[in-house]
């Protein structure tokens, strides 16, 4: 797994060929370590970007996980973290002949004043899940829980030392149904 400091990542480096270097036996295993701060957040967008462009991965499935990643991130920064913490978005991409397999996981330091942990996650999602994600109108956000049930696999919510969150989600996309 390689590292990716995004506060002192040149930018004069092309993303693209930097990640097509880390590429292994078709799969790609990068964590990104970046500030609280919410203009971390297009850096990290343009780095998935550019990796589903690498792996071939349709604009649809692309706009998805841009999706996805902007609202893990997002909420990582607004509710588990003081400003300038430590945040880390981990992307595995992995593929064979019939498959591409995305785990993306985004951990949070926990220090937020609005932090929760696994259990209060998964209770709140469960208790919008029985609730029916369509009845709810929320006012700012766009329904985390709600997008990523539509659009992942698995969604799993887990606690590491000291009090980091960690939210993971995983899809499989079939080449002949998703990909190609």
């Known amino acids: 797994m390689e590292i990716i400091d995004i506060d002192s990542f040149p ?21 990104f370590h970046y500030k609280s701060d919410f203009t971390n957040t297009k850096v990290l967008r343009d780095f998935i970007d550019t990796i589903f462009v690498i792996f071939n991965i349709k604009d649809l499935w692309k706009s998805r996980f841009v999706l996805i990643s902007d ?11 003081k400003s300038w913490d430590l945040n880390k978005m981990r992307l595995l991409v992995s593929k064979n002949d019939l498959w591409i397999l995305i785990n993306l996981e985004v951990i949070d330091s ?4 609005k932090s929760k942990n696994s ?14 994600f369509d009845n709810h109108r929320w006012i700012r956000w766009r329904g985390l829980f709600q997008i990523i049930h539509k659009i992942v696999d698995d969604l799993y919510f887990k606690d590491s030392s000291p009090i ?12 002949w149904t998703d990909i190609n």
Do not use: S
């Open 11 to 31: 930018e004069e480096i092309d993303k693209k060929d930097f990640l097509i270097k880390h590429i292994e036996k078709d799969m790609l295993d990068l964590e």
């Open 71 to 81: 609202e893990l991130n997002n909420n990582a920064i607004e509710y588990g973290t």
């Open 110 to 113: 926990g220090n937020g004043e």
């Open 119 to 132: 259990k209060e996650m998964e209770d709140l999602r469960l208790e919008r899940l029985d609730r029916g």
């Open 164 to 175: 980091w969150l960690i939210v993971w989600v995983h899809k499989q996309l079939n080449f």
